[in-house]
């Protein structure tokens, strides 16, 4: 039978766990953000001061980690060891989400940019249709004009005697 993919799949036996990638990826972006705190430091350096200070000054049959503190290195390398990865897994999962904004970005700067110059055509069409269009002081000026050619036209007609010619 050929799987289709547009189906989702049939549960069935699995050899290896399988976990769900995003929530996975969301655990460990907490975990990154919370290992970058003061408050992490702070906690750290009190566990591991009352970690040292137990194994000094506790009575010698309580003491689990007596100097060089071999357990609380252990312990620390081991934490270290998961961080690390940790972080990293979270850096590329905000390099991803950087990288679709910068996308998504760029392309809202291309349709601006392809209004601006949509618009600025429109403005330049609009300039040169207003620069055919007769305005209010150029009809004036030519109405003045106008009267003025009819007034000097009729005033030697009027200064004319009757009935002479």
Known sequence: MTERLDQPREPGLRLRPHYDPEAFGRLSERIARFLGTAR??????????????WNIFA???LRFDPYPF???????????SYAAPLILLAQN???D???IQGEQDRRAAERNQADIEYLTREIAALRIAL????TRDYIRSELQH???EL?????PVAARPKGGR
Do not use: C, H, K, N
């Not at 992490?40 to 200070?53: D, G, H, P, R």
């Not at 071999?70 to 270290?80: D, G, K």
């Not at 620069?131 to 007769?134: K, S």
């Not at 007034?151 to 005033?155: G, K, P, T």
């Open 40 to 53: 992490f430091i702070v906690y750290m350096t009190v566990f591991v001061a009352v970690w040292i200070s």
């Open 59 to 61: 009575p010698e049959g």
């Open 70 to 80: 071999i357990f609380l290195t252990l312990m620390l390398s081991l934490q270290a």
């Open 93 to 95: 999962r905000q390099d």
């Open 97 to 99: 989400r950087d990288r």
């Open 131 to 134: 620069g055919e269009v007769a």
């Open 146 to 148: 106008l009267a003025e």
């Open 151 to 155: 007034r000097e036209s009729y005033e």
